[in-house]
């Protein structure tokens, strides 16, 4: 029978444990070990029946198992003092607190659509999510004042199953917000705090604000699940990337709009600080800037003043390598939310919709495009690679025509994770028995030949392993009962991988360039690979296909396909339903991490760099990060067959360099041993690993360079632009409008060289002028710049280095010399251009306006 209401009757803890409630509910336990013990200790097998999570441990144990508990002093200390240690975490000043910049923000504001911060939230689908959540705690760890903001989504993403023959099954999980990690936002009555936002055809769409605590940093997540909302508007945050594209625009729009007016209600419900930075974790977030604009406009501040200072204060982190990856929507639906939700008239509909219009060649009119929204309301935006800061620069380029690709201004940041998450308790253990006093926790100095002996490491690495191999055996089984297997078939899954075996993982995205069966590309030798009499090699693959990708789901099928022989079964498993509870086990556990997307196709890719913090060595294409960060002492280069146009051919090639490098330098090294049975040179690679890349592939690394590269000059730039009611901002507003009137009358008129003769040496010095009309500019408003270096057959630069010129001598009206001396230092051939840019100090770079007039135009 269906009941009508339901309710969460919650525990009443006895006082003397009180504080478990708040030790369960700030997400910190998740990667503090210490708190996990104190929980698991209550009682370890509720512990393990309500996997691992405390909440629903709290909510399990029985009155008089917690009157015991209370009863026990020894228990008692233990709460009090985790609760001690926790309030010590989240009070006392860290390494934020420790910096001196002057312009430090008081509190960044940080939007995802997803966010993967614990097993017990599942509001992630994959990579961008689990990012976010490594994320927001490094900068906990780092107190970074961070304020987390996105959507609490009442499926998260589906669950993976497997049909008898292989196809992907989606399941979707309901979850009850009061079973989550999370409280409701009340305001001062103690009602539900809600946003709302105007809808076309006069509908309003309410959303309630729950907040996640993870360590110092706060998540704001907003449902639309709520009682006053009509059924569409209560849909809205059904699940994570589904629906109809107008389905996702409304997502879109609450997640940035509403998650702004979130912010506002929590300041003033909880007296924290207003954002002084907003850094939006791809473009889903975008129209956080609209919704800020309106606010600015609100309060008097015009339009053009209000957008240079939002532009100024936001950050933009781009993910995609592709275009087909970024988000674009129907500019007429757009139209009509945007005319919804701004009921006062605020904002001019055609300026909003200029911000995502693809007015490059090739763009689409019809099309609004949030990447370059997110491009156009930031002033400061990065890829997040090395490689990809380069593709999203070549990719965005025909946004800035007149500029060469490597003057776009997109910088790149390359991705961390978060080392308490992700490495083993077994490494973090021994780690911790070796340190030195002086060593630093994130360090890998413990990792040295005299602290850890080569058997003791082999022993961890291996102790790792056969977790692995135990927790893939339990998960094929029930995968295998899942798919109708009889309990009598399943003998051999006792069996199945072995502890001593060559691991090799790869589990992501089944997209199509990811490429999951490259593996499978002969199949005769893959097989001959793994069942190699001496040298074998063990396979673990997991990975989910979206639910509307027929091609990656084939993939999985073909996959499982091959897998489910009974010739190799034992050597390669498929494990349903990757996450971030899979992820635990998995990382540590492979001795190699195999990574073959298409190349420049993987942005950064985290899951290896998981993997080398726990000592595993790489094996990939060189793309992402280990395109930067690739060392013989890591692992191995797949090489890629760039050239190589037909895309089968490509993959017949890869695929053979994949197979040569197994046969022939990873699996020798793997099992070239020692008298005691120990891999010394394989052991020499670990050891590098941990030491030297274990520290660069932290997200305190990459949440420190958001500090000192975007945070930090965002809100300088800000507050310069801010102060003194905003006249920063209408000035420079004003000084661009009229700079874009002018420029068309901007030309280099002339140019001339002298001071080499026929025949330059390096040394000589060339002088360089430029006749230049600037219309109606003065010359502090722009500056006349002589891009020099070598050049290539086509007479282009092939890299230059800029050089501005100064005046020298005022012709007639509107017409200036400019000039400038060059010393010669590279000998081969030389050449160079002249050209104006628009010049102001609180212009993020050359290129901000797009202007640009160049000699010879
Ligand atoms: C780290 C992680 C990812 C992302 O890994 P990639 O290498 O970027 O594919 C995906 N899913 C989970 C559960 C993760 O922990």
Redesign the pocket.
Known sequence: MRAIRRFTVRTVLPEPLAELDVLARNLRWSWHAGTRDLFAGLDPQVWEQVGQDPVALLGALSRARLAELAADDDVVAKVRAASADLAAYRERPRWYQRQTGEHLPDAVAYFSPEF?VAPTLPQYS??LG??AGDHLKSASDLGVPLVGVGLLYRSGYFRQGLTRDGWQVEHLPVHDPDGLPVALLRDRTGEPAAVTLGMPGGRTLRAHVWVAQVGRVPLLLLDSDVPGNDDEARSVTDRLYAGSSEHRLQQELLLGVGGVRALRLWSRLTDAQDPAVFHTNEGHAGFLGVERVRELVEEGVDADAALELVRTTTVFTTHTPVPAGIDRFDRAIVASYVEALDEKDHLDTDRVLALGAEEHAGGDPLVFNMALMGLRLSGRANGVSRLHGKVSREMFGPLWPGFDPVEVPIGSITNG?HAPTWVAREVTDLATRRMKPHDSATGAGWVRRDLVDDVELWELRTGLRTRLVQDARRRVRASWQARGAAESELGWVDDALSPDVLTIGF???AATYKRLTLMLADPERFRALLLHPERPVQVVVAGKAHPDDDGGKRLIADLVAFADAHDVRHRIVFLPD???R??ATLYPGCDVWL?TPVRTR?A?????M?VALNGGLHLSVRDGWWDEWHDVRHGWVIPTADGVDDPAERDRVEAAALYDLLEHQVAPTFYDRDERGVPVPWLAMVRHTLATLGPKVQATRMVADYVAHMYEPAARAGATLAGDDASGARELAAWKSRVRAAWSDVRVDHVDSSGVGDAPQVGDTLAVHAWVSLGGLRPQDVEVQVLHGTVDDDEQLADHTVRALTVTEELEAGRWVFGTQIELTGTGHFGYTVRVVPRHEALTSATDLGLVATAGD
């Open positions: 993967g994959g990579g689990v990012l994770v589990a992501r995205r990757y996450d971030m899979m992820a990574n993987e950064c890719g985290t899951s290896g998981k």
